[in-house]
């Protein structure tokens, strides 16, 4: 591979000053604007695939899990009010998760939602994915597109386990919202041009993952007939934090990201993400006190993630 680069990169500078010798000039793409659009009645399918991996070893001992989920979700757009702000309301219409912990395997399909657990020490999970599918939040987008409200969500998470019932918190669901929004790069781009973004995974009993990712805009190009911007991703740093969880104290964690991957086409007619695909493993030190007792540990978590947008 890297053969290759090298013979492309001679051929690239050889040709480059072969024609500014010639007094041609290089076309290079105008700079192009990526801006979200939310169009008044407008529908949009998604369909996600997630797919996470998870090693942690405690005091030598690996605790293994594994989960997969499929979601079809549809955003449908209301009209603008007086003020400029549109309604956009939530809600998934298919759910399967496949999840294996601690040597326990639970299913979930939103097919048959009132299927009981096998064991009934997981009926409190799949209380979560229940809750989860009836979900309707309506997200209150500004003249700008940004997130200031969030509706339809109040006793939500009336019979969920209190470490769990972040996930259904308002302010929560707004923050995820805007970070996504504002995935897009501020200005003007053209190819070649990078920018850096924070977020954070809320991941459930006081857990929650930041991340640092860095975006490069290649350019345009074709699929399915469509002109679409790609962007690529990768993620630079990662760091993990447990709060108001008094059995579970983070006493040392040094985790990175050892393999990285994202690639993303943007529908800059429509203004809508046309699919994306990622892949992030992180790897490192992971010490816990549990119940006041230390446990060095160490992560291996590997998280795949495919969101299609359907025509």
């Known amino acids: 591979m890297l053969s290759h680069i090298v013979r492309g990169f001679r051929f ?13 000039a290089v076309p290079v793409q105008a700079q192009v604007k990526l801006e979200h659009k939310f169009l008044e009645g407008r529908k949009t399918v998604t369909h996600t695939t997630m797919k996470i991996k998870q090693t942690l070893t405690l005091a030598g001992m690996a605790q293994e899990t594994e989960s997969e989920r499929f979601a079809i979700s549809t955003d449908q757009a209301g009209k603008r009010d007086a003020d400029g702000k549109i309604r956009i309301e939530k809600k998934t219409d298919k759910l399967s998760v496949n999840l294996k912990i601690a040597g326990m395997e639970v299913t979930f399909d939103s097919d048959d939602p009132n299927k ?17 599918t009836k979900l309707k939040p309506v997200l209150v987008r500004d003249q700008s597109g940004k997130v200031v409200a969030v509706e339809g969500v109040d006793q939500a ?31 003007a781009v053209k190819p070649g041009a990078t920018w850096t973004r924070d977020s954070d995974l809320p991941l459930g009993a006081g857990q929650s993952m930041a991340f640092t990712t ?14 679409l911007d790609k962007i690529e991703a990768k993620v630079t740093a990662v760091s993990l934090t447990i709060a108001n969880n008094p059995m579970v104290k983070l006493t040392k964690c040094e985790v990175k ?8 086409l943007f529908d800059r007619e429509a203004g809508e993400w046309h699919s994306s695909k990622s892949k992030v493993r992180i790897q490192g030190v992971l010490d816990l006190e549990i119940n006041g007792m230390a446990f ?9 993630t495919e969101s299609v947008r359907q025509p």
């Open 12 to 24: 690239g500078s050889v040709l480059s000053l072969s024609l500014l010798a010639s007094g041609w």
């Open 116 to 132: 009981k657990a096998a064991n009934p020490l997981l009926e409190p999970i799949l209380n979560i994915m229940r809750t989860a």
């Open 157 to 187: 998470a009336d019979g969920i386990p209190e470490e769990f019932r972040g996930e259904f918190d308002p302010e929560r669901i707004k923050k995820t919202s805007n970070q996504e929004f504002e995935t897009l790069p501020s200005d």
């Open 214 to 227: 860095d975006y490069k805009y290649i350019g345009e190009v074709q699929e399915g007939g469509k002109k």
């Open 257 to 264: 990201p050892t393999e990285t991957s994202e690639t993303m």
């Open 296 to 304: 060095p540990g160490k992560l291996d978590l590997t998280i795949e």
